[in-house]
């Protein structure tokens, strides 16, 4: 998994501080698969904000208010100020940026490409090529989500998931866990195997904020 650009990212130190680990515990969870992570050229693990906070959620602490802001995704919806309107009040409380014409959104995401892009198809369509803009979209930010607000599937792209204009339960069900909102932690079926797992070494009060950035691991 390699890390976008501005991406905040933990070393395994940062992990056993905020865990109140050692450092061989970090490393068995990473090689049993337990929490997503990825190596430097030089072979040494570093981990994504959004993967720690998810980790620490997941298994009892709470996430210090640092980490969440640099963990928060975002989403940038693109459609007239209805569209705009409409989402907010279906995603209360999820940060929202608003593109209302189709070439900000090209230009927003050259520059700051965003996690999740919401676009409300039929009230864009008459400005624009619809499938050329989602093509380069695409090309500038593939590692985002594609919503497509639409009420037909038609030519859209295998990239793009469709959810119907004002579908309201549908854009919750399938928005709100690409941002972590309104989501209770669910402990995963086996605890990470190692010297204890998180939820029996946390206490009662996560760091209230991230440790400062450690040297080099130890190989």
Not at 74 to 96: D, F, I, N, Q, Y
Not at 104 to 109: E, F, K, N, Y
Not at 168 to 181: F, M, R, S, Y
Request: aromatic residues 4%; proline residues 7%.
């Amino acid at each position: 998994m390699a890390a976008m650009r501005g991406e905040k990212l933990l070393t395994a130190s940062d992990l056993a501080a905020l865990c109140e680990v050692d450092l061989k515990t970090i490393h068995n969870w990473v090689d049993r698969g337990r929490i997503a992570h990825f190596r430097t050229p030089g072979r040494h693990l570093r981990f994504r904000a959004a993967d720690v906070a998810e980790f620490l959620r997941t298994w009892g602490y709470t996430v210090p208010r640092e980490l969440a802001r640099a963990s928060a995704r975002t989403v940038m919806v693109v459609g007239s100020k209805e569209t705009m309107a409409h989402v907010t009040r279906s995603l209360e409380g999820v940060p929202l940026k608003h593109a209302t014409h189709p070439y900000d959104a090209l230009v927003m995401a050259g520059s700051d490409p965003a996690d999740v892009l919401l676009i409300d198809l039929p009230s864009i369509a008459g400005e624009i090529d619809v499938g050329q803009m989602l093509e380069a979209l695409h090309r500038a930010c593939p590692q985002s989500v594609f919503v497509a607000l639409a009420d037909e599937a038609q030519g859209l792209p295998a990239y793009a998931t469709r959810v119907g204009r004002f579908d309201v339960t549908a854009l919750k069900t399938l928005i709100l866990p690409q941002v972590g909102g309104a989501r209770a932690p669910q402990p995963a079926a086996e605890e990470p195997a190692a010297a204890q797992s998180p939820a029996q070494g946390a206490t009662e009060q996560a760091p209230a904020s991230l440790p400062r950035p450690s040297g080099e691991l130890r190989s």
